[in-house]
Structures are given as structure tokens and as C-alpha cells.
């Protein structure tokens, strides 16, 4: 019995932003990366007053709270030698919001589903509730609330990944040292477990190469070996994860593959 090796998802930048002009994107791959994934981001709905409407107006403005993922050129995808996910990124400060995603049907369309949460009650309720891939914070602001070692381990326990985006600290010294902050944060709550490094980047001059994001993690508090583990081994982790709550818990990825006609006659 001949068994098929795992895809070869290598290096990973899990989070390339959907206005990135696609026909650079195929260049991702010449800073080492092996695997992307197109980031779509859903902003928390402003509340609206409530009023009566009849049920024809209802039915008309019943709509996916979750928008479709981009479609992927086709050339891109037959030519391309990227890995190329999608991923949404859901903001929220309610629990209420879990019902959004599962009446949600664009949501199964995507590969990975990351959350920001704003609130403590957010935070609490993904940690310990919510089926997620990822926790991510806006590097634009300091967290929004304080972070328990409890809830931290919690998250840890049940397979979530927390995000660290080093594009905006390109773009942004506040950004900068928020980033910083947030990483510390990781570490002195979770000991920096389950960290992925991405780069949310909107343009290819803002994604940097393998070996650049490595060094980087030094300034994120990462010593070098923790630094491949959170773009490599973490990443592959996070989409094994991703895929298991798709399609139900598994071990073993089983994919077709053709006997050369030597191997047959053996067989026979």
C-alpha cells in the first residue's frame, strides 16, 4: 500500500489582504512562502434603531451577514505554485453574533475563520465556546481589554491560534508599538503559545521575505527557533486544525493516487 504525502504547505502567510492586486500575487512565492491565504474582513454591523417593517421588506433584506470570498482567477489557480486559502476575519463585541455565522452560508466557503474581538465578553465567549481558527487584534489600537493567563490556556486547549500582523508596523509607528505590546502580552499570558506571524498586507511591498519575518520575531520577543515555529510548524498546525473542523475530526488525509503498472501487476 503506497500512502500520499501531506501537501506541501511549507511557509505561510495566512493573511494577505482581498484588495491585493492578484497579478503580483503569484510573486509571494519568490520570498520563500509555499502557502497563502486571501483575507476577507466582515467590520461589526453598526446597531440600528428597530422598527416594525412588513415581511415583504423583510424578505427582501434578509441577506448573508457573511460576504462571498473573492474569486480566484483561473490561470492563477492552474499556474500559480502557491497553496491559495481563503480566510475571513469576523469583528464583534457580542456573543450574539454566533448566530450570524451559522446561518451564515458563504461562511463554509471559506478555508479559515479568524476573530477580533473588542470586548472581554467577546474575547471570553471565542476562548471558550466559539469554533475558530484565530484570535487577531487591530494593530491600530492597544487591546481593548485585559488578557487572562486562564482564558488564554482555554483557547490553547481547544486548538485556537493568536495572531501577531507585521505589515501595519511598516506603515505605522503607533501600530509598531502596539504590535510589540500585544506580543509581550502573548507572552507573559500564554508564555507566546500558539502564535502565527502573518502580514496582512494590502500590496506586495509590504510582505517581506521568509528569513526577514524570522528576524523580525526577535523584536516580537521570539527567540529564532520560536520564530520558524509561528510561520511554519504553527501554520500547519492552524490549517490541519481548520480543516478538521470542516470536515469532522480526522488523523489521516487520504488522497487518490495512480499505481504504475509495474506496482499492479504485483499486486495481482
Not at 94 to 117: C, G, M, R, T
Not at 140 to 169: N, T
Request: charged share 25%; proline share 4%.
Amino acid at each position: 500500500m503506497e500512502v500520499a504525502e501531506r501537501p506541501n504547505w511549507g511557509f505561510c502567510d495566512l493573511c494577505i489582504d482581498r484588495g491585493f492586486d492578484f497579478k503580483t500575487l503569484s510573486s509571494i512565492k519568490k520570498l520563500n512562502y509555499n502557502t497563502i491565504a486571501i483575507n476577507t474582513y466582515v467590520p461589526e454591523a453598526e446597531d440600528e434603531p428597530k422598527k416594525k417593517k412588513k415581511k415583504a421588506e423583510q424578505t427582501k433584506e434578509k441577506k448573508d451577514y457573511i460576504p462571498a470570498p473573492p474569486e480566484i482567477p483561473a490561470d492563477l489557480q492552474r499556474n500559480s505554485k502557491l497553496n491559495i486559502l481563503q480566510r475571513v476575519t469576523i469583528e464583534f463585541s457580542e456573543s450574539a453574533i454566533a448566530h450570524k455565522i451559522h446561518q451564515s452560508e458563504n461562511i463554509k466557503k471559506y478555508d479559515i475563520i479568524a476573530v477580533l474581538p473588542r470586548t472581554s465578553q467577546a474575547f471570553q465567549y471565542i476562548c471558550t465556546t466559539l469554533d475558530v481558527d484565530i484570535i487577531t487584534f487591530d494593530p491600530q489600537s492597544r487591546l481593548p481589554f485585559r488578557m487572562s493567563r486562564k482564558l488564554y490556556g482555554q483557547a490553547v486547549e481547544r486548538g485556537i491560534f493568536f495572531e501577531l500582523m507585521y505589515s501595519p508596523a511598516i506603515r505605522d509607528s503607533t501600530s509598531r508599538k502596539n504590535i510589540i505590546t500585544t506580543a509581550h502580552t502573548y507572552h507573559a499570558v500564554g508564555r507566546s503559545k500558539n502564535i502565527i506571524v502573518s502580514s496582512g498586507a494590502a500590496n506586495f511591498l509590504q510582505v517581506r521575505d521568509v528569513h526577514d519575518v524570522i528576524n523580525l520575531g526577535f523584536i516580537l520577543g521570539l527567540k529564532s527557533n520560536e520564530s520558524v515555529q509561528v510561520i511554519r510548524n504553527n501554520t500547519w498546525k492552524l490549517i490541519l486544525k481548520a480543516q478538521s473542523r470542516r470536515c469532522g475530526k480526522y488523523y489521516v488525509e487520504v488522497t487518490q493516487m495512480e499505481l504504475d503498472e509495474n506496482k499492479t501487476s504485483d499486486l495481482q
